[in-house]
């Protein structure tokens, strides 16, 4: 069936599918010239703005041959052998703003600023890319105006591409009532959130965290969760109710990060009247062991415990 499908093509790549959910929105041939203008100023203002971005963040200078591997071929992930070298000598924190899971940009042997990512030293995954110059909505965080990824921006852009995950698969189908309520909402890479999993298991939603930067941006990840885990009466499915948050502490140990609890369970609170919903500890549901969840996949009724491989879910 066509759900089976999706969820299949889901745990793959799902990179088009926000393409997919961009393509549903009528626009104007006006709104996609100023889109475009948007797009050049932004690599415009990336090669003026570059000294003046360096005094803030450290930069990743790349190797001489490398810069298209990111810039054409768009690949989400630097390994330690494309940096030539890391420029702190302006930034502000000194050494300690290369802590794992600090942002950074990178740029090529010319300091013309080709994007920004997470770093981590520690890690043969060196600096997982977030956007690229050309990517961003306005060229902002490659302007040189004011603090281009401070902690807000930096929420903000989570925010965004969380939500844009759900719209993709919303744009499939999913949730279809009476059929699938068991899928992949974020599929690291493949949605440009390198080091974060989350799957959906009818009201429970499921974080598999391997990344440095997603410890280090929880908060911003769980707000972002509740956000898009819906409350529109509209809706095909229920509302989601608990996110479960299972650490990966072999893989983080690897990226610098020690953590006390693999599972941790939070119940997404709605407090109605517009009110943004709300994220807090529910220590008292027990652990993984106490949680089942009932779901569906193409008409087939499945129950997930969620303290089984990784998020829970194999068929």
Not at 35 to 45: D, K, P, Y
Not at 132 to 159: H, I, N, T
């Amino acid at each position: 069936g066509g759900d089976g499908r999706a969820h299949g093509l889901l745990g793959r790549s799902s990179s088009w599918l926000s393409r997919l959910a961009a393509r549903s929105s009528p626009r104007s041939s006006r709104t996609r010239g100023r889109e475009a203008s948007s797009h050049a100023l932004g690599t415009r203002g990336a090669e003026t703005g570059s000294q003046n971005i360096k005094k803030r963040l450290p930069c990743a200078i790349l190797k001489k041959g490398k810069v298209n591997l990111f810039e054409q071929s768009r690949n989400p992930i630097i390994y330690g052998g494309a940096v030539e070298r890391i420029d702190v000598e302006d930034a502000a924190g000194g050494s300690d703003a290369l802590a794992p899971g600090k942002p950074v940009y990178f740029s090529d042997w010319k300091s013309r600023i080709i994007g920004w990512g997470f770093y981590n030293p520690t890690s043969t995954y060196r600096c997982r890319v977030m956007e690229l110059a050309s990517d961003s909505p306005d060229g902002s965080f490659a302007s040189g105006d004011g603090d281009p990824l401070s902690s807000d921006r930096v929420a903000s852009f989570l925010r965004r591409r969380i939500l844009q995950a759900r719209e993709a698969r919303k744009a499939i189908g999913l949730p279809s009532a009476h059929k699938t309520n068991a899928y992949r909402l974020i599929n690291s890479e493949g949605d440009s959130l390198s080091g974060l999993v989350v799957d959906r298991f009818g009201t429970d939603l499921v974080v598999q965290s391997s990344s440095a930067w997603v410890e280090s941006h929880k908060d911003v990840v769980l707000a972002a969760l509740a956000e898009s885990a819906g409350d529109d009466p509209e809706e095909e499915d229920a509302a989601a109710e608990t996110i479960a948050w299972r650490s990966d502490a072999g893989i983080l140990k690897k990226e610098g990060v020690e953590v006390e609890s693999g599972f941790e369970l939070y119940k997404i609170e709605r407090n109605g009247d517009g009110a943004a919903p709300t994220v807090a500890p529910a220590p008292e549901a027990g652990g993984p062991e106490s949680m089942e969840s009932l779901v569906l996949e193409n008409g087939a009724r499945f129950a997930v415990r969620l303290d089984m491989q990784k998020t829970g879910f194999y068929c």
